[in-house]
Protein backbone atom coordinates (compact mmCIF):
# COMPACT_ATOMS: atom_id res chain seq x y z
CA UNK A 1 0.00 0.00 0.00
CA UNK A 2 1.39 3.38 -1.04
CA UNK A 3 0.99 6.12 1.17
CA UNK A 4 -0.78 7.88 -1.20
CA UNK A 5 -2.89 5.62 -1.13
CA UNK A 6 -3.15 5.81 2.41
CA UNK A 7 -3.91 9.24 2.33
CA UNK A 8 -6.48 9.07 -0.10
CA UNK A 9 -8.77 6.14 2.00
CA UNK A 10 -8.16 8.46 5.09
CA UNK A 11 -9.40 11.92 3.10
CA UNK A 12 -12.25 9.87 2.15
CA UNK A 13 -13.24 8.07 5.18
CA UNK A 14 -13.14 11.74 7.26
CA UNK A 15 -15.52 13.12 4.75
CA UNK A 16 -17.88 10.43 4.64
CA UNK A 17 -17.73 9.84 8.61
CA UNK A 18 -15.38 11.75 10.53
CA UNK A 19 -12.22 12.36 11.94
CA UNK A 20 -13.02 10.58 15.15
CA UNK A 21 -14.44 7.87 13.49
CA UNK A 22 -10.96 7.39 11.39
CA UNK A 23 -9.10 7.35 14.44
CA UNK A 24 -11.33 4.62 16.01
CA UNK A 25 -10.41 2.80 12.94
CA UNK A 26 -6.88 3.38 13.17
CA UNK A 27 -7.00 2.38 17.26
CA UNK A 28 -8.09 -1.11 15.85
CA UNK A 29 -4.64 -2.12 14.55
CA UNK A 30 -5.24 -5.19 16.62
CA UNK A 31 -8.82 -6.43 17.71
CA UNK A 32 -9.72 -4.05 21.05
CA UNK A 33 -12.23 -3.36 23.73
CA UNK A 34 -14.19 0.06 23.17
CA UNK A 35 -13.52 1.21 26.47
CA UNK A 36 -9.75 0.83 25.87
CA UNK A 37 -10.33 2.78 22.39
CA UNK A 38 -12.25 5.41 24.43
CA UNK A 39 -9.19 5.34 26.58
CA UNK A 40 -6.49 5.61 24.21
CA UNK A 41 -8.33 8.40 22.13
CA UNK A 42 -9.68 9.90 25.32
CA UNK A 43 -13.50 10.18 23.53
CA UNK A 44 -16.66 8.81 26.16
CA UNK A 45 -17.10 5.15 26.08
CA UNK A 46 -20.48 5.91 24.73
CA UNK A 47 -19.28 7.97 21.93
CA UNK A 48 -16.98 5.26 20.83
CA UNK A 49 -19.64 2.70 21.00
CA UNK A 50 -21.61 4.92 18.70
CA UNK A 51 -19.02 5.44 16.10
CA UNK A 52 -18.59 1.36 16.23
CA UNK A 53 -22.07 1.13 15.55
CA UNK A 54 -21.65 3.83 12.86
CA UNK A 55 -19.03 2.12 11.55
CA UNK A 56 -20.66 -1.89 11.49
CA UNK A 57 -23.11 0.01 9.70
CA UNK A 58 -20.93 0.43 6.89
CA UNK A 59 -19.34 -3.36 7.28
CA UNK A 60 -15.67 -1.71 8.06
CA UNK A 61 -15.64 -3.46 11.46
CA UNK A 62 -17.29 -6.54 13.24
CA UNK A 63 -17.18 -7.57 16.66
CA UNK A 64 -17.07 -11.05 19.09
CA UNK A 65 -19.87 -10.78 21.72
CA UNK A 66 -18.95 -12.32 24.52
CA UNK A 67 -21.12 -13.12 27.82
CA UNK A 68 -20.01 -12.26 31.44
CA UNK A 69 -20.88 -15.05 33.74
CA UNK A 70 -20.92 -12.66 37.00
CA UNK A 71 -22.43 -9.71 35.90
CA UNK A 72 -24.75 -11.39 32.48
CA UNK A 73 -23.83 -8.56 30.40
CA UNK A 74 -21.97 -9.11 27.17
CA UNK A 75 -18.31 -7.53 26.08
CA UNK A 76 -17.58 -6.30 22.25
CA UNK A 77 -14.19 -7.03 20.91
CA UNK A 78 -14.28 -4.94 18.04
CA UNK A 79 -12.01 -6.09 14.24
CA UNK A 80 -11.65 -3.79 11.48
CA UNK A 81 -12.58 -5.17 8.42
CA UNK A 82 -8.91 -4.17 6.09
CA UNK A 83 -11.00 -5.89 2.88
CA UNK A 84 -13.93 -3.92 3.42
CA UNK A 85 -12.17 -0.78 3.60
CA UNK A 86 -10.81 -1.18 0.03
CA UNK A 87 -14.39 -1.72 -0.97
CA UNK A 88 -15.99 1.04 0.66
CA UNK A 89 -13.68 3.38 -0.96
CA UNK A 90 -14.23 1.85 -4.42
CA UNK A 91 -17.74 2.65 -4.01
CA UNK A 92 -17.47 5.79 -2.42
CA UNK A 93 -15.13 6.57 -5.35
CA UNK A 94 -17.66 4.80 -7.62
CA UNK A 95 -21.18 6.90 -6.26
CA UNK A 96 -18.86 10.32 -6.66
CA UNK A 97 -18.22 9.32 -10.68
CA UNK A 98 -21.63 9.07 -10.80
CA UNK A 99 -22.52 11.98 -9.05
CA UNK A 100 -20.14 13.87 -11.48
CA UNK A 101 -20.89 12.41 -14.70
CA UNK A 102 -24.62 13.76 -14.17
CA UNK A 103 -23.43 17.01 -12.94
CA UNK A 104 -21.46 17.38 -16.15
CA UNK A 105 -24.62 16.17 -18.15
CA UNK A 106 -26.77 18.68 -16.87
CA UNK A 107 -23.52 21.11 -17.50
CA UNK A 108 -23.67 20.61 -21.03
CA UNK A 109 -27.27 20.73 -21.44
CA UNK A 110 -27.38 24.26 -23.69
CA UNK A 111 -26.70 27.72 -22.87
CA UNK A 112 -27.65 28.81 -19.21
CA UNK A 113 -28.98 32.12 -17.95
CA UNK A 114 -28.14 33.54 -14.96
CA UNK A 115 -28.17 36.63 -12.09
CA UNK A 116 -27.07 36.69 -8.67
CA UNK A 117 -29.24 34.20 -7.54
CA UNK A 118 -30.08 31.43 -9.58
CA UNK A 119 -28.58 29.57 -12.76
CA UNK A 120 -31.61 28.58 -15.36
CA UNK A 121 -32.03 27.06 -18.85
CA UNK A 122 -32.72 28.95 -21.53
CA UNK A 123 -36.16 27.90 -21.42
CA UNK A 124 -37.45 29.43 -17.97
CA UNK A 125 -34.90 32.78 -18.93
CA UNK A 126 -37.36 33.33 -22.14
CA UNK A 127 -40.78 32.21 -19.65
CA UNK A 128 -39.50 35.26 -17.63
CA UNK A 129 -38.68 37.37 -20.29
CA UNK A 130 -34.86 37.17 -18.91
CA UNK A 131 -35.90 38.91 -15.64
CA UNK A 132 -35.16 37.22 -12.42
CA UNK A 133 -38.45 36.44 -10.31
CA UNK A 134 -36.86 36.18 -7.55
CA UNK A 135 -34.13 39.20 -7.49
CA UNK A 136 -35.68 41.12 -10.37
CA UNK A 137 -31.98 41.27 -11.89
CA UNK A 138 -31.33 40.51 -15.98
CA UNK A 139 -30.39 37.02 -16.64
CA UNK A 140 -27.18 36.79 -19.00
CA UNK A 141 -26.13 34.46 -20.62
CA UNK A 142 -23.97 31.96 -18.27
CA UNK A 143 -20.26 31.19 -19.12
CA UNK A 144 -19.94 27.66 -17.56
CA UNK A 145 -16.99 26.50 -19.57
CA UNK A 146 -15.17 26.57 -16.53
CA UNK A 147 -17.52 24.52 -14.48
CA UNK A 148 -16.84 22.03 -17.36
CA UNK A 149 -13.31 22.17 -17.13
CA UNK A 150 -13.15 21.20 -13.78
CA UNK A 151 -15.71 18.70 -13.61
CA UNK A 152 -14.29 16.60 -16.75
CA UNK A 153 -11.05 17.58 -15.02
CA UNK A 154 -12.44 16.14 -11.24
CA UNK A 155 -13.88 12.66 -13.40
CA UNK A 156 -11.08 12.11 -14.88
CA UNK A 157 -9.25 11.69 -11.62
CA UNK A 158 -12.18 9.83 -10.48
CA UNK A 159 -11.58 7.04 -13.31
CA UNK A 160 -7.79 7.03 -12.47
CA UNK A 161 -8.13 6.35 -9.10
CA UNK A 162 -10.71 3.70 -9.71
CA UNK A 163 -8.52 1.90 -12.03
CA UNK A 164 -5.84 1.96 -9.47
CA UNK A 165 -8.66 0.37 -6.71
CA UNK A 166 -8.04 -3.17 -5.90
CA UNK A 167 -11.25 -4.17 -6.08
CA UNK A 168 -12.32 -4.42 -9.69
CA UNK A 169 -15.69 -4.45 -10.59
CA UNK A 170 -17.48 -7.82 -9.90
ZN1 LIG B 1 -32.10 36.31 -9.23
Same mark, same amino acid.
Given at each position: ???????? !????????????????????????????????????? !????????????????????????? !????????????????????????????????????????????????????????????????????????????????????????????????????
Amino acid at each position: MSNKRDKL !TRNILIDSLSEDHVRVIESLSKPRYDEDIAEELKIKA !TIVRTMLNDLHSASLVDYDRSKNKK !TGWYTYVWNRRDDKVDEYIHNYLQAELVKLTSELENEKQGIKFSCRCAILPFENALESDFICNECGDQLLAHDNSEKIDELVGNISTLNSLLAQSPKKDE
